[in-house]
């Protein structure tokens, strides 16, 4: 083999090796990254995946709330009407926080009945419901989902 076509082809290799590591890499990052969201009744009929970092929503169960009086430690029941589990949070709830309300949680899902959440988000006025609190709700058929689409 030529000298020049050699190394041509050892320049090539070594392009086409390094493209395939960094593109590799970035799938393993991002794949660490991705934050799937979830159901109370995907929770509970075990579709969601234990020790997993993921999102979380439903409605928060009236009479669920328990606040810790000494600690930031709050635990709720959220449900869709199909599923409920608890929520472990220590912090300060978002003001707009309240029983019956729709609420995304992200955190690691502990076991299904239980969900330790990092960081809680409340709905943002009295009509708005976060989309995927709203799809659920609609698919379990629960009362409290609007019928009408979230444009309107």
Request: aromatic share 6%; charged share 20%; glycine share 10%.
């Amino acid at each position: 083999m030529n000298p020049v076509r050699k190394q041509r082809l050892i320049v090539v290799l070594a392009v086409f090796l390094g493209l395939a590591l960094a593109t590799a890499l970035a799938v393993y990052a991002l794949r660490q990254n991705i934050n799937l969201f979830f159901t109370p009744q995907q929770v509970v009929n075990g579709e969601a995946p234990v020790g997993t970092k993921m999102r979380v929503g439903g409605l928060v169960m009236e009479g669920s709330v328990v606040r810790d009086p000494d600690t930031l430690d709050v635990t709720f029941d959220v449900t869709d009407g199909k599923g409920t589990f608890t929520v472990h949070y220590q912090g300060i709830l978002p003001d707009l926080f309240r029983e019956g309300q729709g609420i995304v949680a992200n955190g690691t899902l502990v076991s299904r009945e239980r969900f330790e959440a990092e960081e809680v988000l409340a709905k943002h006025d009295e009509t708005y419901m976060p989309p995927e609190v709203q799809d659920a709700l609609e698919k379990a058929g629960h009362p409290g989902a609007r019928k009408e689409s979230a444009g309107s």
